[in-house]
């Protein structure tokens, strides 16, 4: 309470100017249409109905959501214009959680990468560092062992299931199911101490890197793994009761945030969101990487582009999953964990001690680092989130000359002024939670 | 604290057993041991931190025990601010306005690396530890901190408010009481957490 | 103009020592995907041609600062400047990607927008903007997007800083 300044100071350091939502009389005509959430091109009427109503700005009141609210998705600030409880127009600002990666990612060696990347999308921290990793793998150009293959599908895919559990419990809460919460954490914990048991972490693991994954899969692996399977379906079950059929619920979530095919694509939304508006586009699908071809499983599709079909999406790409992961368990192939190139991957500890090539390779890559050779790639996954790229662009040194990450959730934040406007303020809540924004990949 | 109790004093011994229904002590005493154990934290998760922060408060790990599963989204209900996450340049000016916003008695807890100093992001784009803009009192490293690492850091919070030392230690100099834990694993010994005089 | 033969709509004219060209501008494959490099008057034209060929949602839109690495290898007729915008599109019905990199020149930074044929280019238009100064001519709000509002500087330019604190710490020092 002892601040040297007054409240004014602090008026004016949280105000972001012009990045935030301005009074009608001060936007300019085409970002008012793009607050109101105008995607397509409109007729000249539509256009100017838009962007007129109302008629004298003291009926409306431009209110403020976050970047510190209770909501738990992150930092997130939407400016939100009101008529009443009505939303008319809204605007995110994002940037609260801006640290600098790609720039950081420019002064770490490749092995050191996937550690920044990883904390980018926190909640699916596995897909970022494979995103990475095969982007790096294609500029150099290795081929990586089966093993390594499958345990890094069985790794994200039970990392698609943890990040859509914890969807499920923020979501839940978000609209009032507060034991969602409870429920949702309960399941997220277990699949976080498989991945204690396998990788040393529950989070940030800094596994899956360049040539493989980092080490090999712990003896009773699939004893765990499949318990944890056998407890989820009825749990599922218990959501489905709590949730699916429940009047409240469909009463939040049904036309709540809805969004059309065209204007998904056109926004560049991907993920649950445009397969919530019915197109069938699933990168695990349509165009596979890993050995998402040889397993077995369905794409999860909706029909009506809102909220409840993006929760029921989530919901059933967890069964899918877990469909996935059983047949990792069973099909999980014997050999090498990492690639035995020595250029790229270290050698095994034990072996620094007896042999001296073992121990230059070390010491190159864990100062020097290893190099790249010249070129750009674009690589991308399917995360919980939708698309996740990685653009390298390689000046044959040991560091990335430039690294990008195409973030889904910034690319589908885009899709909120549109979701929000004409609903109430506790739609724009469920919307917002129905995007499942992770702030870490937004602002990078 | 005393009381007509069986075992002695009834903040370590509890209420059970006790002959009579009153015990006696000094007013500091119990206000303290009021502040320790209904301690309401604030919504301030920001990144990673903040979804081990959520698993303290859920069932697994369960704050709750402690009186701390209430978290207020608003600060001036709240008593303390567990900064989960990196501060970045745009977030740091909010922070301190909802540090502000919270009404004395009011602690912080500097959660995981990127809180503390800035963690693995030593660049332009983070404020190199949150206690360049609020008075921190216990620090809690990881990257992130395991759900039992972040409630040591809590219990040890309340252990320096229970025995006065943070309250008095502010009014002389106004700054947190700068302790720091050590991260925990599961199954390892207690760790003895000396404060910095 | 002269006798020249227009471009043809895909891939190379029938001739010695000729680039291939789609659209009238060069294109490269790297990888499996098809690099085009439009200059920037023809920039939008290019892009608007491969929306109507099936490209019509575009993944993603970034810059690249070659600063320190001006030699980098561009087909013939391209020149080299110091920004370059990248543009990765993708085609839904074919599954197939491809990539639009325009050069931009450092005391000129300015480049048409992409909003009106793909507004979900919105936000990463405004990122290119906040990071390396080149500013998007049409575009409805460019403000900055993940600095606050009053930051000098674009941070992902390679002349700026990282802006590392001196940690006292007995380690291996920063590679810069």
Redesign the interface.
């Known amino acids: 309470m002892t601040t040297t300044h007054g409240p004014e100071w602090l008026r004016a350091e949280t105000?972001?100017?012009?990045?935030e939502l301005t009074d009608r009389r001060d936007t300019?005509p085409?970002?008012l249409?793009?607050e109101t959430g105008a995607?397509?091109r409109m007729s000249e009427a539509e256009a100017a109905r838009l962007s007129e109503e109302p008629a004298a700005s003291d009926e409306t009141m431009i209110i403020n959501m976050g970047p510190q609210h209770p909501s738990t998705h992150g930092v997130l600030r939407v400016m939100l214009e009101l008529r009443g409880e009505e939303v008319l127009r809204s605007k995110p600002v994002?940037?609260y959680l801006?640290t600098?990666m790609?720039?950081?990612g420019e002064?770490l060696t490749y092995l050191q990468g996937p550690t920044n990347v990883t904390r980018m999308d926190y909640a699916a921290p596995f897909f970022n560092e494979l995103v990475y990793c095969m982007a790096v793998e294609?500029l150099i150009g290795l081929e990586l062992p089966p093993r390594a293959v499958w345990m890094r599908m069985l790794l994200c895919e039970l990392n698609r299931m943890s990040s859509h559990f914890l969807f499920q419990a923020t979501n839940g809460m978000d609209i009032g199911a507060i034991s969602m919460m409870l429920y949702g954490w309960r399941e997220r914990d277990e699949i976080l101490q498989v991945f204690e048991k396998i990788t040393g972490l529950r989070m940030n693991h800094n596994f899956i890197r360049v040539g493989g994954v980092a080490a090999d899969l712990p003896d009773g692996w699939e004893d765990d793994v499949l318990r944890m399977l056998d407890a989820f379906p009825p749990r599922l079950d218990e959501y489905d009761d709590l949730l699916t059929g429940q009047p409240i619920w469909r009463e939040r979530t049904q036309d709540v945030g809805v969004i059309t095919a065209e204007e998904a694509?056109?926004?560049?939304?991907t993920g649950p969101i445009l397969r919530s508006t019915g197109?069938p586009?699933d990168l695990r699908r349509?165009?596979p990487y890993l050995a998402y071809d040889e397993v077995d499983f369905d794409v999860v599709v909706g029909s009506y582009g809102d909220a409840f079909d993006r929760y029921a999406i989530r919901l059933n790409e967890i069964r899918e999953s877990m469909k996935i992961v059983r047949q990792c368990v069973e099909r999980m192939p014997t050999g090498d964990y990492r690639v035995q190139d020595k250029k790229v991957t270290p050698p095994p500890r034990s072996r620094i001690d007896e042999s001296m090539e073992a121990l230059i390779h070390h010491f190159k890559l864990f100062?020097e680092g290893f190099k790249v050779p010249?070129?750009?790639?674009?690589t991308?996954v399917e995360s919980p989130r939708g698309?996740l790229?990685c653009?390298i662009?390689s000046?044959g040194g040991p560091?990335p000359?430039?690294m990008?990450i195409?973030g889904p959730s910034?690319?589908n934040?885009?899709t909120l002024p549109h979701m929000l406007r004409g609903g109430l303020v506790a739609d724009a809540v469920a919307a917002i939670s129905s995007v499942d924004p992770i702030m870490g990949e937004v602002?990078? | 604290m005393t009381g007509q109790s069986v075992d002695g004093d009834p903040r370590e011994h509890g209420l059970g057993g006790m002959p009579h229904n009153f015990f006696t002590g000094t007013l500091e005493d119990v206000v303290r041991w009021a502040r320790q154990n209904s301690m309401w934290p604030a919504t301030f998760g920001l990144a990673c931190c903040a979804l081990e922060m959520m698993a303290m408060g859920a069932a697994h790990y369960d704050v709750a025990r402690f009186g701390m599963e209430v978290f207020r989204a608003s600060p001036r209900q709240a008593d303390l601010m567990i900064v989960a996450g990196r501060v970045s340049?745009?977030m740091a000016p909010v922070l301190r306005q909802v540090y502000d916003q919270m009404m004395e008695p009011k602690w912080v807890i500097s959660m995981g690396v990127c809180a503390s100093t800035?963690g693995m992001f030593?660049?332009?784009?983070l404020v190199?530890g949150v206690d360049q803009i609020v008075p921190v009192d216990v620090y809690v490293p990881g990257c992130p901190p395991n759900p039992q690492t972040l409630l040591h850091g809590i219990i040890t919070l309340h252990d320096l408010i229970r025995t006065g030392d943070i309250v008095s230690r502010r009014e002389h100099t106004g700054a947190g009481a700068e302790v720091h834990v050590e991260a925990s694993t599961p199954g390892e010994q207690p760790v003895a957490i000396t404060s910095s005089r | 103009m002269t006798d020249a033969d227009p471009p043809a709509e895909h891939e190379s004219v029938p001739e010695e020592n000729v680039l291939p060209m789609r659209h009238g501008v060069p294109v490269t494959e790297?990888?499996g995907?098809a690099v085009l490099f439009p200059t920037r008057e023809r920039y939008v034209e290019v892009v608007r041609a491969l929306y109507d060929e099936g490209f019509?949602?575009?993944?993603?839109l970034?810059a690249?600062?070659y600063l320190?690495?001006p030699g980098?290898?561009l087909p013939e007729g391209v020149e080299p400047e110091r920004f370059e915008v990248?543009v990765?599109l993708l085609s839904?019905e074919d599954?197939t990607?491809c990539?639009v990199r325009v050069q931009i020149p450092h005391d000129d930074p300015v480049i048409p927008t992409l909003w009106p044929v793909?507004?979900?280019?919105?936000?990463?238009e405004r990122?290119a903007f906040d990071?390396f100064g080149i500013r998007f001519d049409g575009h409805?709000?460019l403000?900055?997007?993940?600095?606050?509002?009053?930051?000098d500087g674009y941070?992902?330019r390679k002349d700026?800083?990282?802006?590392?604190?001196p940690?006292q710490f007995k380690g291996?020092p920063?590679?810069?």
């Open positions: 105000d972001e100017g012009r990045q300019p085409h970002e249409l793009r995607v397509l994002i940037g801006h600098g790609e720039k950081t002064d294609e694509v056109a926004l560049g939304a197109v586009w349509t165009m100062t010249e070129g750009e790639v674009y991308v698309e790229g653009y662009v000046d560091r000359y430039r990008h195409r910034f690319v934040l885009q602002d990078r | 340049q745009k800035g030593n660049n332009y784009a190199q | 790297e990888r995907v019509r949602f575009c993944a993603d970034t690249v600062d320190t690495h980098r290898a990248v990765q839904h599954r990607r990539r793909h507004p979900g280019t919105e936000a990463p990122e990071m409805p709000d403000t900055r997007i993940l600095m606050p509002e009053d930051w941070p992902l700026y800083a990282v802006g590392r604190i940690v291996v920063p590679p810069r």
